[in-house]
Structures are given as structure tokens and as C-alpha cells.
């Protein structure tokens, strides 16, 4: 198994373009995540997605969009970028469960530079 | 969801034990204790988790207080390579959507 993988590995991005940063699993986990990390911080909570069709927001979603057609991808879409949006990206996924708890599993990251 | 406190860093000799406190009073009682740790430019990984036993596997030992309002993740050799961030964090894992928050962590620095 590849598990978490995320490209690209570095991003530079003028002000106002657009992107998307790919995430794919290959555990065939239910649940996928997007983090944000910037200099010095914890992780906080972009969207997560529970299946294929669900997304839902986390702690700082504003300038992000999700969705999640299949059960492998998850793309994180930055519609204008902005340089408060500098910052490292990490993508997770796990399996989930009605019952018990299971470890999460992350990518290795997509820095992304906004000038 | 319930909140963790942790000392921002802590220092250790390679080979000897390290533990590594948090407390988390308010935890409520179908929260799990998840400890994932950072190293150096990487993504977290998982290290332990528990509910009210302690716990041990090939990296670590949880301690968790009888009243669950504490815990301690035991390093029993450290490594250099154990230098890392190391983050307790509490998940409701009643519920199929239960996320990782996560606060600042413990950075550990293992000396030789």
C-alpha cells in the first residue's frame, strides 16, 4: 500500500490564482481529512469527509472547498489564494467504525507558499 | 470536544525513559486518549490510544489516571530519533465522525 499520498510536494502561488491540492488513499478508508499547519502551530481542521458524497467543515474552512466523488480522492480547492493561506498541508484518512477507535493516517504534505 | 494541556517542551538523555504528561479535566467518558507524535517535516503519526486501561504496543506505554483526568505517554529508551512533537489528543469516538483537534504539543529534544 502507497497509503496518504498528497502532490504536489511544493506549490508557490500568486495572489488570487486557484489550485488544487490532490490527496488519494489506497486503504479504502471512509473518513479523509484536510489539516492546516502553520510555523510553530498544531494542526487545525480544514473539511473532513466521512464517504464518498459527504463533506463537512472544520475549524477553519473559509477560502477552502472540498468534495469527494470517490472513495480513494479528497482535493482541497483554494479558489483565490491569499497570503494568509501560506502554510503546510496535510492530508489524513482512517477507517471508520460504529464501535472501537483507529489510528489516522497521514500524508506527507504539500507546502504551499502565497506571494 | 474536550481539551488537553501539555508542557510546550521537555528535555531527555537518549536511553533513558521519558514521560510525558497531559492533563484533561474535563474529559468525558466516551472520549479516547489519542497520542500522535511530528517528527521533523513529516505528517503525525499515531503512537497509542486508550480509554481507561493502560496501554502498551512496540513504541510506547499510556498511563491513564484512575479518574481518566490525566495521562502520560512512557517513551521507555529514548531515542534521537524519538525528538519529535508529540500531541495528546482527545477524540469522541462514540460517533463515526469524531476528528483529531489538536493543540500545540510537547516538543521533546533528546540529547546524546
Known amino acids: 500500500n502507497a497509503g496518504v499520498t498528497q502532490t504536489p510536494k511544493f506549490q508557490v502561488l500568486k495572489t488570487g490564482q486557484s489550485m488544487t491540492l490532490q490527496c488519494a488513499q489506497d486503504?479504502?478508508?471512509?473518513?479523509m481529512s484536510w489539516y492546516r499547519q502553520d510555523p510553530g502551530m498544531g494542526l487545525r481542521l480544514i473539511h473532513y469527509?466521512?464517504?464518498?458524497?459527504?463533506?463537512d467543515q472544520g475549524e477553519v474552512p473559509n477560502g477552502y472547498n472540498v468534495s469527494r466523488s470517490t472513495t480513494e480522492d479528497f482535493p482541497l480547492r483554494l479558489l483565490s489564494a491569499a497570503p494568509s493561506q501560506t502554510s503546510v498541508y496535510f492530508c489524513?484518512?482512517?477507517?471508520?467504525?460504529?464501535?472501537?477507535?483507529?489510528?489516522?493516517?497521514f500524508g506527507p504534505g504539500t507546502r504551499l507558499t502565497v506571494t | 470536544d474536550a481539551k488537553t494541556t501539555q508542557p510546550n517542551s521537555m528535555e531527555s538523555n537518549e536511553e533513558e525513559p521519558v514521560h510525558l504528561p497531559c492533563n484533561h479535566s474535563?474529559?468525558?467518558?466516551?472520549?479516547?486518549i489519542h497520542w500522535y507524535r511530528q517528527l521533523p517535516s513529516q505528517g503525525p503519526e499515531y503512537v497509542i490510544h486508550?480509554?481507561?486501561s493502560n496501554v502498551n504496543n512496540r513504541m510506547a506505554s499510556l498511563a491513564i489516571a484512575e479518574d481518566r483526568k490525566s495521562s502520560t505517554l512512557i517513551l521507555h529508551r529514548a531515542t534521537l530519533r524519538d525528538a519529535a512533537v508529540y500531541y495528546c489528543?482527545?477524540?469522541?469516538?462514540?460517533?463515526?465522525?469524531?476528528?483529531?483537534?489538536f493543540g500545540k504539543g510537547t516538543k521533546l529534544s533528546v540529547k546524546p
Open positions: 486503504m479504502n478508508h471512509e473518513y
Open positions: 489528543i482527545l477524540r469522541d469516538d462514540g460517533g463515526s465522525q469524531g476528528n483529531l483537534i
Open positions: 469527509s466521512v464517504g464518498a458524497g459527504i463533506t
Open positions: 486508550g480509554l481507561t
Open positions: 474535563t474529559i468525558s467518558g466516551t472520549d479516547y
Open positions: 489524513a484518512s482512517r477507517i471508520v467504525s460504529g464501535s472501537g477507535t483507529y489510528e489516522q493516517y
